[in-house]
């Protein structure tokens, strides 16, 4: 019989939130991150890609299994869009393919245009994107050159604010829904306007409850791990309820707790009516998610092993 392998590093719980800088990838400022803080288990929450900077929620421990409700968040981000060029990515990375005079605009042109993209709109996913198509993410193909067909999908602009117009450059606020993708609406804001356009530069500034002004970078991370050691990091980790933003409080009894581990439903006197809550035991200790049912009663969704 095979001997279980040890798990190596420290058992921590919580949410980091990551200043990711531009030039790597999510995975590679995710294992920067788990090093730093000799964490046994970690795990990010929706790609940024190597050109994109900003909030990046690094998952520690049982954390890990609150990714998927950060993942369905809405997102913020800040974004400039490169009129005049259209590129092989869509972002500053590809090849330029076209390039077409930049007309003289002014703000009332360019706030016409951007009214068109608020609200519910279709979106056709890039090839250079991570959507998976048999099995394979659409970059690959896109790097053999392969193009394929793909599915238009309808996502939520929640908000798209005008920042600055300065010569061939729009600096955009987007507040979206999962599965927007910028470099998309770039290249849409750019044929709307006559000129095409690429993605230049992008910054995630928000991630459902999460705020810019709680982020950290990986330098301020890598200088205090090396002044006072992993531990001292520790004060950089949220709760992992946090994650779960304004979903309503729901204290167990014993008897409650005891159901809800076994996977059974319970009924608890004036819980809300639907949706999802965070479950807390008799000690204020977090349970985990919880579920309203048809009928009323409060099911275990996802639950921490603590």
């Known amino acids: 019989m095979a001997r279980r392998q040890k798990v190596r590093g420290r058992k921590l719980n919580g949410v980091v939130l990551l200043d990711k800088p531009v030039g790597i990838s999510s995975n590679a400022a995710l294992q920067i991150v788990k090093r ?3 964490a046994a288990k970690a795990g990010h929450t929706g790609n940024l890609d190597p050109l994109a900077s900003g909030m990046l929620p690094i998952c520690l421990g049982e954390a890990t299994k609150l990714s998927a409700y950060l993942l369905d968040a809405d997102k913020v981000y800040v974004g400039t869009c490169k009129l005049g060029e259209k590129t092989s990515s869509g972002d500053a990375e590809g090849d330029v393919i076209e390039s077409r005079p930049v007309p003289a605009l002014d ?3 360019v706030e016409a245009v951007l009214a068109r993209f608020r609200g519910e709109i279709e979106q056709i996913p890039p090839m250079h994107s991570a959507l998976k198509m048999n099995g394979q993410p659409l970059y690959k ?9 793909r599915k238009p999908r309808r996502v939520t602009i929640h908000e798209l604010r005008l920042l600055r117009i300065e010569g061939d450059e729009l600096e955009i606020y987007v507040h ?8 998309t609406l770039a290249e ?3 044929e709307a306007l006559g000129c095409g356009a690429h993605l230049g530069q992008l910054r995630r500034t928000r991630v459902g409850p999460f705020l810019e002004e709680g982020m950290i970078s990986l330098d301020a991370l890598r200088e205090q791990e090396e002044a006072d050691g992993a531990e001292a ?3 950089h980790i949220l709760p992992m309820e946090s994650a779960l933003g304004d979903y309503p409080p729901i204290e167990l009894t014993e008897t409650a707790l005891f159901y ?10 004036q819980s809300p009516t639907s949706g999802f809550v965070r479950l807390y035991g008799p000690d204020q200790g977090f349970v985990g998610v919880g579920q309203v049912l048809d009928d009323g009663r409060i099911g275990p969704k996802r ?4």
């Open 36 to 38: 730093l803080f000799f």
């Open 107 to 109: 703000e009332a042109q």
């Open 141 to 149: 193909l896109a790097r053999q050159g392969i193009e394929v067909e």
């Open 176 to 183: 979206c829904s999962k599965g927007t993708y910028i470099r």
């Open 188 to 190: 849409d804001i750019g």
């Open 233 to 235: 990091l520790d004060a």
């Open 260 to 269: 809800v581990r076994q996977g059974q439903p319970v009924q608890i006197p």
């Open 303 to 306: 639950l921490m092993n603590l």
